[in-house]
């Protein structure tokens, strides 16, 4: 298996937007590719190089597997240079952190040998693995769930409690865009984001390659809680946009920014409400009624399905739906009125 040959099938899948997720390629292992079916096996046929994905029939008896081309350490080696553009260098930044951001916002995530100097990863070399994440945007999947985030047209300091690969982050990607655009809810918000990881905007060359909207700022690759007073004193945000919060510094600046009158809107890991209950930091978050909402997704049946949302009193404010759609926010609108226990009280239309 040739670079070229994935380089090539890379693209591929970017400008036909196929609808895959990931790419996984491992030293000595064949090169998996998950997409909306599931797990498949990449290979390239022996005479044209076209590229194939092999269905795992029977994963107890791997088959298939043995039938993919392995990927060795030359093709990794090959594969950096290109997402680098032969200057890796350049990017050893971002490499220490485990991962590094190219064109289009697709992210590299890798691993090996770490080069560690007074506790701090200065970089990662001899890389045995990658894990190419395809950027998606799904704009309008937040549409139905924005109207629960909203008390006439002030924004709801919301947080979005998500398992791994559930979806948070394009729910948030498309709430950024849809209050920084505005609509028939009202006018669009003045939006800054803090992106430590590159993942909300996946800046290249310090322009977003997502939309997130004609009114929003975004301070790429900085730590969260330095970012957000950085932007609080220099973007005057109305709504500060953060992904994957969670740290003591982190919650402080986030309720600093509460105190100056910024709404925010962050998302992090977990289950469901119980899960981040079992955190002290959150608990006491939760207690102290800091975030008005709490959207809960769950990647059953499908990523960005919305499980539960819930006030600040932790009731629940609309029921559990589930849609055969890839993002149950999208395909639902809700009539909702707000009692005075707490709860919604919803219709589907």
């Not at 946009?241 to 919650?251: H, P, R, Y």
Request: net charge negative.
């Amino acid at each position: 298996m040739k670079a070229e040959m994935v380089q090539r099938f890379l693209e591929q899948v970017i400008t036909e937007k196929e609808p895959i997720r990931e790419i996984r390629i491992r030293i000595g292992k064949p090169v998996f590719v998950l997409d909306s079916e599931g797990e498949k096996i990449l290979n390239f046929d022996e005479k044209s190089g076209n590229p194939e994905l092999l269905r795992i029939e029977d994963e107890k008896e791997n088959s298939g597997i043995e039938n993919g081309s392995m990927a060795d350490s030359e093709l990794i080696r090959a594969l950096m240079e290109i997402f680098a553009r032969h200057s890796l260098y350049a990017y050893e930044r971002e490499i220490s952190q485990g991962f590094l951001t190219i064109r289009g916002g697709h992210r590299i995530g890798i691993t090996g040998k770490a080069v560690v100097e007074s506790g701090h990863v200065k970089t990662v070399r001899d890389i045995s693995s990658l894990n190419i994440r395809i950027a998606h945007e799904i704009k309008g999947c937040a549409k139905s769930v924005l109207p629960h985030l909203l008390s006439g047209e002030e924004f709801l300091d919301t947080l979005v409690i998500s398992p791994p690969g559930a979806g948070k982050t394009t729910l948030l990607r498309d709430l950024i865009r849809e209050l920084s655009s505005g609509g028939s809810w009202g006018s669009g918000k003045n939006v800054s984001v803090v992106d430590e990881r590159s993942e909300i905007a996946a800046c290249f060359g310090g322009v977003p390659q997502c939309d997130l909207g004609p009114r929003t700022d975004v301070m790429d690759g900085c730590p969260k809680a330095v970012g957000m007073l950085m932007m609080l004193r220099s973007m005057a945000p109305q709504v500060l946009a953060v992904d994957e919060a969670g740290g003591e510094e982190e919650i402080r600046a986030m309720k600093y920014a509460m105190k100056c009158g910024c709404r925010i809107l962050a998302t992090v890991h977990g289950a469901d409400m119980e899960d981040i209950m079992k955190r002290p930091a959150w608990k006491d978050i939760v207690g102290e009624k800091i975030f008005s909402r709490y959207v809960v997704l769950t990647g059953v049946p499908t990523p960005g399905t919305v499980a539960e949302i819930y006030d600040e009193s932790v009731c629940q404010c609309r029921e559990k739906s589930t849609c055969e759609d890839r993002y149950a926010a999208a395909a639902f609108s809700y009539r909702s009125q707000l009692r005075m226990t707490g709860k919604w009280e919803n219709e589907k239309i």
